[in-house]
């Protein structure tokens, strides 16, 4: 199943139940860290789990990221499409108001006591730290090393999710 979903263009009925199974799985307010923001706006497959879920979102829910990933994101797509690109894309996601910035002290200071205290990016502090404040699921695009090895040392106080897995989770 997991095939078919990948398969560009096609569509069947297990690829519809999978896209509800994840849309199911991503319900409630997020916040996206730069991964899952990057992998959306370059419109890669992991990326149209994020189009889905906000292509869905209630009013109810609400997503946010941090002002240290919105600088992550901005200089990933700088590299890898030009500093035209890269201005568009913020200027267009930022405009639309449908990610809502953290740019407290409260999540700076969260951000760097989570440095502090995990071997992890300062980017994933700051998602995770913006996840904390507002109550909200961190969603990344994949599990990388550094964040599976300090959840397994010690859960993070607020649920993480990774995009990757849920692309896959039925199949």
Not at 74 to 93: D, H, Q, S, T, W
Not at 127 to 132: D, G, N, P, R, S
């Amino acid at each position: 199943a997991s095939a078919r979903r990948r398969r560009p263009g096609g569509s069947s009925g297990s690829l519809e139940l999978g896209r509800r199974e994840v849309l199911s799985a991503l319900r409630g307010s997020v916040t996206l860290d730069a991964s899952a923001i990057i992998e959306y706006l370059t419109g890669t497959e992991l990326g149209r789990i994020v189009k889905g879920y906000l292509e869905a979102l209630r009013p109810e829910e609400k997503v946010y990221c941090s002002l240290y990933n919105i600088s992550e994101i901005f200089y990933v797509l700088c590299r890898l499409k030009g500093l035209e690109y890269a201005a568009e894309r913020i200027n267009e996601m930022l405009t639309s108001r449908v990610v809502e910035v953290d740019n407290t002290e409260e999540m700076a200071l969260e951000a760097g006591r989570l440095k502090c205290e995990r071997a992890i990016s300062i980017g994933d502090c700051s998602c995770i730290a913006t996840a904390k404040i507002t109550r909200s699921r961190a969603v990344f695009a994949q599990r990388e090393k550094e964040l599976a090895n300090e959840m397994g040392r010690e859960p993070f106080a607020v649920e993480v999710l990774f995009l990757a897995e849920l692309d896959t989770a039925d199949g």
